[in-house]
């Protein structure tokens, strides 16, 4: 029976909790920024910050492989108990994290001017996205290090002091809001500031942890990284994995980009009715990505001791987990969904734009619950090339052609592209699992 193991449940839960508590910390304190620049007096505040917000967040996305094949390589060196391994994953993930975030800081004029060019909208939004872009763009070494850390922290299963470091991040980023924004009025600055803060204390908080509950490991392996630090053959390898997934995060980025600056060049009460929507798409997404976070780290270790048993069962557990949270948050949309738009805004105008699009919110979770499962699958198997070939023909096989037929449709026509896209990825990765594993796996 499938509940005959209790244990196999329990398992993806000790892991998938924390993540989903954790993960969720993220788009809440979204909405949280999102909330208190919204009673603010003109939309184009949220406009402005939202744009900004995109121009910098799109850099840690588009790195996101920098967290993913940290934890999927760690997670099988932690299944091997090939201590020093883990260990050199961590180190070059760092060094490339610090390298990337320094030639943004470099690159900082030319990137947030071309990127403002891009974005349209009115004087306004521009004005307020450069100055925050402008801020948080000092964040970047700090936030690409922290999905090296957390990555790291989560593929030795350390879940829990994942969530930890999440929940004092986001609290110090919520504090900080409050002071700066609604005490000192600092408005979109603040906003900014609080969150450059957020993210060196984070990254100050990790090391903390982390030499302390791994000075074991770190002392036992000391010589060997220095060795094989940058050993050519390995390093092939990692920038290999990482590219593919690289390439898979663009084509996400992409689509995400092009609704916030196709919704700028819709108008200001649009951009801000989408960055509440978009929010609702982070929190859908963060917490089915806690159970994917869960498979990815089993997935891992099961490949790390090549045990086939348990890789099958991982998969039909977090499969079942995963359809059960896209219901339970598709019907909270259909219930609190307005509710919760009326709390984030006073904009009437705002809150009706968003009112019209919330039909789409309550059908994402559903449509994209599988993309998200399968892409933590993957990277347990650090099988980066498959995903790449799914993001790249929902990308520009389904989404962008879609949205060019429905452009009439304007910003419904923007929303339903982008439900499509979510349901090609999740179809792709299927075919692609089904057809892989039912030779090598034999996952049925």
């Not at 521009?126 to 090296?148: C, D, H, M, T």
């Not at 036992?220 to 630090?229: G, I, R, T």
């Not at 200001?268 to 994917?292: C, E, K, P, Q, R």
């Not at 270790?301 to 995963?322: D, P, R």
């Amino acid at each position: 029976m499938f509940f005959a193991n209790k244990a196999d449940h329990k398992q993806l839960f000790v892991l998938a909790i924390p993540m989903i508590l954790s993960n969720i910390t993220v788009p809440l304190l979204g909405l949280v920024d999102t909330a208190v620049i919204g009673h603010l007096e003109h939309a184009y505040f949220l406009g402005g910050s939202t744009v900004g917000a995109m121009i910098i967040t799109c850099i840690t996305w588009l790195c996101g492989f920098l967290r993913m094949t940290t934890t999927g390589l760690t997670a099988q060196a932690f299944g091997q108990q090939n201590s020093p391994q883990n260990l050199l994953v961590l180190l070059r993930g760092l060094l490339v994290a610090l390298f990337i975030g320094g030639c943004f800081i470099l690159l900082q004029t030319p990137y947030i001017e071309g990127a403002i060019y891009l974005s349209g909208g009115s004087e306004q939004v521009q004005f307020y996205a450069k100055q925050y872009s402008e801020i948080r763009i000092w964040g970047l070494p700090a936030a690409l290090a922290n999905l090296v850390l957390l990555g790291w922290l989560l593929g030795n299963h350390k879940a829990k002091m994942v969530m930890w470091i999440l929940i004092f991040t986001n609290l110090v980023n919520l504090i900080l809001d409050v002071v700066f924004v609604l005490w000192l009025d600092w408005q979109v600055q603040g906003v900014a500031y609080a969150t450059l803060i957020a993210e060196y204390a984070s990254v100050l908080l990790s090391f903390g942890l982390i030499s302390h509950h791994f000075k074991s490991v770190i002392k036992a392996s000391v010589k060997d990284v220095k060795s094989k630090l940058f050993n050519k053959l390995a390093l092939t390898s990692y920038f290999k994995l990482n590219r593919d997934i690289l390439i898979r995060t663009l084509c996400l980025q992409s689509c995400f980009v092009f609704i916030t600056f196709q919704g700028a060049r819709l108008g200001d009460n649009v951009v801000a009715a989408n960055a509440i929507l978009m929010n609702f798409l982070l929190f859908i997404s963060f917490g089915l990505d806690g159970i994917a976070n869960a498979a990815e780290v089993m997935v891992g270790k099961a490949k790390g001791e090549n045990n086939l048993k348990k890789l099958q069962v991982v998969f039909k557990v977090s499969l079942f987990w995963t359809i059960i949270f896209a219901l339970a948050y598709s019907l909270f949309f259909m219930i609190s969904g307005a509710y919760v738009i009326r709390l984030i805004s006073d904009i009437e105008a705002v809150v009706l734009y968003a009112d019209q699009y919330l039909f789409w919110i309550m059908l994402l979770p559903l449509a994209a619950c599988w993309s998200y499962l399968f892409d933590g699958i993957y990277i347990g198997l650090t099988q980066a090339k498959a995903m790449r070939n799914s993001m790249i023909l929902s990308t520009f096989g389904c989404f962008f052609p879609l949205w060019w037929l429905l452009q009439d449709l304007e910003n419904n026509g923007l929303w339903l592209a982008f439900i499509f896209f979510m349901i090609a990825r999740g179809i792709t990765l299927a075919w692609h699992f089904y057809y892989f594993n039912h030779r090598v796996y034999q996952i049925k």
